[in-house]
Every structure is written in structure tokens, then in C-alpha cells.
């Protein structure tokens, strides 16, 4: 299927492609994020295929052609560095943004589709163990429950709200079932009969809990995921069977990563066949509802691979970027036009 893959970086910006991944064109010279910027988050409306949401480190910033162009929305993260992006599966309108490194970490949410945000009246350090400053990698929302928001922290640890946002209980420490507060990833299925399964990522392990997190069995990764410790990222299939990828490596940069995947709501995964080798850890995961069997997976080094069988196997594109930080899918083909390349030296004109 014919769409647009979008693929965002630290040091190129948003590149995007309308052909299948045949050719890429940057972002243009006076876009509000810059083509050689960091974008560290991006978000596919799930209802309007133009709307595309990046986070930034200029802020906050809305598409409406698909990814051809991005405006800046005037908000309290002007200027900070975005982590994370998460619509309310039931309601699009709200949405949450995480932010971190080099800015503060904070939450901020919207009501009215990314147009006004307001602060969370959470508070987190300015600085703290394992990563100087933290950032704020991941939130879920529960798309059976718009009360239910999760988010977490590296390092600060998971956090959940059962009011929409209002006020927030943290999840892990000492005398908690999850003892790491290094979270990487954070996702919510719910089953067609309204079970729900939360999966919870540590730099090091799986957590898993089917009683709306009261208790938790837990992976350790480096044992389960042949030596591999550094537990990446997670990503629900599109197809709402309770399909899960998952993404872990040997450390970050990392010099060796596998694709794992799970039929059954993350209680067994299987290893996937990877016919180029990864050449460090895969940092991200990309998909959507209309095409279920294409996904995207894209290295800390840039490598970008995709899956046309629903993550079973995968082949590497011929791009390389630099490290790509998210990657989203829309089906619509965004009208995009190559830049104007610079050919010839302009004649020099000699005055008399």
C-alpha cells in the first residue's frame, strides 16, 4: 500500500518518502523544525491521515499535508526538547508530551488536538543517576479507560494516573513489584472481551501484569533474549490481535539487536529473521491500523529495516540516516517536491 513513511532523527531532522522508500526528501530551509534538527517523537492522527505530530527541540509541532510541512504551536515547550507523544486512542482531541534532556523533564497535556497545553504539576529533578539529565520516554494511555494514563521516566521511575492526568501515584521502587526505575517503554492491550494487559519495559527486563498492574511477572532480558540486555522499546501491532514487537540489544550505541515477537499479549516471544544483521541497538518501532503486515524498525546507527509479513522477518532499505529516533507511517501520499539543487557556479560579473 502507497503512503508515506516518516522517519525522524537526531541530526537530519524529518525525512520522508512517498514512494515506497525509493527516494527521501529533508525537511525545507524555513520550516519551524529545522532539516538538520532533532525531532525525538512523532504521531500519526489515528482518525485524519494528513495530521502528523512531532515532538521536537524546538517544541511542539503540527503537519496537516501528510509531513510536507510543520508549523510550531505556541506552547509551554517552545524551545524544549520532546520525548514523547501519545493520543488518547478513544478521544484524539487529548493528547500527552513528555520532554527531557537537554530541557527538563516534565508532562504536559492538551484537551483540543495539540493546539493549547498546559503543565502537569509534576515535578522530576533536574538531574539524576545513569543519565545526568532524565528524560521522559514513554506514555500510554488505555484505549478501554481515557482515565487510565501511564508514563515513565529514564531515570524516574513509572508513574500512573487513574484520573486523566489530574494526579499521578509512581509504580516503582523498593517495596514495588517493579525494581528498576530506568523505564524505557509503556503499553496497554485490551482483549476483545475488555481484558487488559499492561507491558512495562526496564533498561534490563519485561514487566508483564494481566490484574491492572496489582502484580507483575517479570523477564529478565539478558537470560531470555540470548545475552542481549538493553530492553528498547515495545510496539502494539495494528492489527488488535494483542500482537506485540519488541526491540532489545547488546547496549547502546550496541553493536548486535534482535526483533522479538509475541501472538500472545507478550507471555512468550519468538525471534524473528533478520536478513541484514543490525548494526546497533533498534531504537524504534513504526506502524498503523490501515496496513497491519508493514512495520518499520529503525537502529541507533541509522539503519532502517522493515516487515511486509507483520514482523515475522524483516529487509534493511537502502538509506542509511543518522540515529533515528522514531518512525511513523501514514497512508497518505504526501505531495512532496525534491529541493532545488545547486548545479553550476553563477557567473561572476566584473564591475567596470
Request: aromatic letters at 8%; one cysteine or more.
Given at each position: ?280 541497538t533498534f531504537w524504534a518501532l513504526g506502524t498503523h491500523a490501515t496496513d497491519p503486515s508493514l512495520l518499520f524498525a529503525g537502529t541507533k546507527y541509522g539503519q532502517l529495516h522493515r516487515s511486509t509479513d507483520g514482523g515475522r522477518s ?27 539543487q545547486t548545479t553550476a557556479i553563477p557567473e561572476r560579473k566584473v564591475l567596470a
Amino acid at each position: 500500500m502507497q503512503g508515506t513513511i516518516l522517519v525522524a532523527t537526531a541530526g537530519q531532522g524529518i525525512l520522508r518518502s512517498n514512494d515506497d522508500g525509493k527516494t527521501w526528501h529533508r525537511l525545507g530551509l524555513k520550516e519551524a523544525i529545522e532539516f538538520d534538527g532533532t525531532v525525538r517523537a512523532i504521531a500519526v492522527h489515528p482518525q485524519q491521515p494528513n495530521l502528523i505530530y512531532a515532538g521536537a527541540d524546538v517544541g511542539f509541532c503540527i503537519s496537516e499535508d501528510g509531513g510536507v510541512h510543520f508549523r510550531l504551536i505556541d506552547s509551554p515547550m517552545n524551545g524544549m526538547t520532546i520525548w514523547a507523544l501519545a493520543i488518547d486512542p478513544s478521544n484524539p482531541q487529548v493528547m500527552y508530551a513528555g520532554t527531557g534532556a537537554p530541557s527538563r523533564c516534565q508532562l504536559f497535556k492538551s484537551v483540543d488536538g495539540g493546539l493549547s497545553w498546559a503543565a502537569s504539576s509534576m515535578l522530576f529533578p533536574e538531574f539524576c543517576a545513569g543519565v545526568n539529565r532524565p528524560r521522559l520516554l514513554t506514555i500510554a494511555v488505555d484505549p478501554g479507560d481515557s482515565n487510565d494514563v501511564w508514563f515513565g521516566v529514564e531515570e524516574g521511575g513509572a508513574w500512573r494516573s487513574r484520573d486523566a492526568g489530574a494526579s499521578w501515584e509512581r509504580q516503582d521502587g523498593l517495596t514495588k513489584a517493579i525494581r528498576i526505575s530506568d523505564i524505557h517503554a509503556i503499553t496497554i492491550l485490551r482483549a476483545p472481551a475488555g481484558a487488559k494487559t499492561i507491558l512495562l519495559l526496564t533498561v534490563n527486563g519485561v514487566y508483564r501484569s494481566i490484574d491492572d498492574g496489582f502484580n507483575w511477572s517479570e523477564i529478565t532480558s539478558r537470560e531470555r533474549f540470548d545475552g542481549q540486555y538493553y530492553t528498547r522499546t515495545v510496539q502494539a501491532l495494528a492489527d488488535t490481535s494483542g500482537h506485540l514487537m519488541l526491540a532489545v540489544g547488546d547496549g547502546t550505541p550496541g553493536t548486535r539487536s534482535r526483533l522479538y515477537r509475541s501472538s500472545d499479549r507478550g507471555e512468550t516471544w519468538n525471534d524473528t529473521l533478520i536478513h541484514t544483521p543490525a548494526n546497533s541497538t533498534f531504537w524504534a518501532l513504526g506502524t498503523h491500523a490501515t496496513d497491519p503486515s508493514l512495520l518499520f524498525a529503525g537502529t541507533k546507527y541509522g539503519q532502517l529495516h522493515r516487515s511486509t509479513d507483520g514482523g515475522r522477518s524483516w529487509t534493511k532499505d537502502w538509506r542509511e540516516f543518522s540515529e533515528i529516533t522514531a518512525i511513523a507511517w501514514t497512508p497518505m501520499v504526501a505531495p512532496l517536491v525534491a529541493h532545488a539543487q545547486t548545479t553550476a557556479i553563477p557567473e561572476r560579473k566584473v564591475l567596470a
